[in-house]
């Protein structure tokens, strides 16, 4: 059965850090490309980066630039979200899903799987 289980989100304060993990399973991890999204209450999903299936290439959002680092371990199927320097304004449910082809992308629709994801809440 294929899946993608976050983990790793939780309360923290404004300039703080967390890693979130996304564990894989029932496919093979480094045939895709993964993402990560969010959702806000109140906004609409947003695409916030994408890894490629080698780890080779990223891209993100412009709001998490330098903030946020994304990375992957094909070996341990899991692909990982090190979020840095964190506002309130990162708030949200955090998801990783899978891409169906290769390439970098941010645009929902060219994901087909998605974990149940993790919230994050950065206040103080």
């Known amino acids: 059965q294929l899946q993608l289980v976050e983990s790793g989100g939780g309360l923290v304060q404004p300039g703080g850090s967390l890693r979130l993990s996304c564990a894989a399973s029932g496919f093979t991890l480094d045939y895709h490309a993964i993402g990560w999204f969010r959702h806000a209450p109140g906004k609409e999903r947003e695409g916030v980066s994408c890894?490629?299936?080698?780890?080779?290439?990223?891209n993100y959002a412009d709001s998490v630039k330098g903030r946020f680092t994304s990375s992957r371990d094909n070996a341990r199927n899991t692909v990982y979200l090190q979020m840095n320097s964190l506002k309130p304004e990162d708030t949200a449910i955090y998801y990783c899903?899978?891409?169906?082809?290769?390439?970098?992308?941010?645009?929902?629709?060219?994901?087909?799987?998605w974990g149940q994801g993790t919230q994050v809440t950065v206040s103080s």
């Open positions: 890894i490629s299936r080698s780890g080779g290439a990223t």
């Open positions: 899903a899978r891409r169906r082809e290769a390439g970098l992308s941010l645009e929902e629709y060219k994901y087909d799987y």
